[in-house]
């Protein structure tokens, strides 16, 4: 069975940074792309960064120049980046898993894992 453990959320000032961590346990997702997604209060959840098999990123347009996602494979781990934030990056951020995906999917009937989710907190 496959766990993906988010962790790293918390509370932040504006301008300021976090990093969000992704592990994943009972399958090995070299092979796998890679999304963060975020759901905010009242809102549907959305697409904010992915990266594929190969490396290569791709971000929402809300978070590029300021978000960083990255891979080690191996430690089967994802990983966000988060700076210069803003009260609106307020939400749950979650971790996902598209099995065998070679291109990066922005959604999220595309992925096959979800992680539980960390609670980002951004104050003005």
């Known amino acids: 069975q496959v766990h993906l453990v988010e962790s790293g959320g918390g509370l932040v000032q504006a301008g300021g940074s976090l990093r969000l961590s992704c592990a994943a346990s009972g399958r090995t997702f070299s092979t796998d792309a890679l999304g963060w997604f975020r759901q905010a209060p009242g809102r549907e959840r959305e697409f904010v960064a992915g990266i594929s098999r190969t490396g290569a990123q791709y971000y929402d347009d809300s978070v590029t120049g300021r978000f960083t996602i990255s891979r080690d494979n191996a430690k089967d781990t994802v990983y966000l980046q988060m700076n210069s934030l803003k009260p609106e990056d307020t939400a749950v951020y979650y971790c996902?898993?598209?099995?065998?995906?070679?291109?990066?999917?922005?959604?999220?009937?595309?992925?096959?894992?979800w992680g539980q989710g960390t609670r980002v907190t951004v104050s003005s």
């Open positions: 996902a898993v598209q099995v065998g995906g070679w291109f990066i999917r922005r959604q999220i009937n595309d992925y096959d894992y």
